[in-house]
């Protein structure tokens, strides 16, 4: 995704309350696209089903304790 669409990707989930970040960053992930990196509190499931309707897709690192949302 655009390093746009990752910052108001951020703001939706923000605004939907299904994050509660310590910490935020916005990585680049392939030459012409980035992804949003988000440490802190979050609901898996919930932020799954929020962003399929972007066709997005998300990791999670759970001994680091991080997701990644980025553009397949």
């Known amino acids: 995704m655009k390093r746009a669409e990752a910052v108001a990707l951020l703001k939706e989930l923000g ?15 392939k030459p012409d696209g980035f992804e949003l990196c988000i440490k802190g509190f ?19 690192d759970t001994t680091k304790g991080y997701l990644c949302i980025f553009k397949p």
């Open 15 to 29: 605004e939907e309350h299904l994050i509660q970040p310590s910490l935020v960053s916005i990585e680049q992930r």
């Open 42 to 60: 979050y609901d898996l499931e919930l932020i799954t089903a929020f962003i399929r309707k972007f066709d997005l897709t998300v990791k999670e």
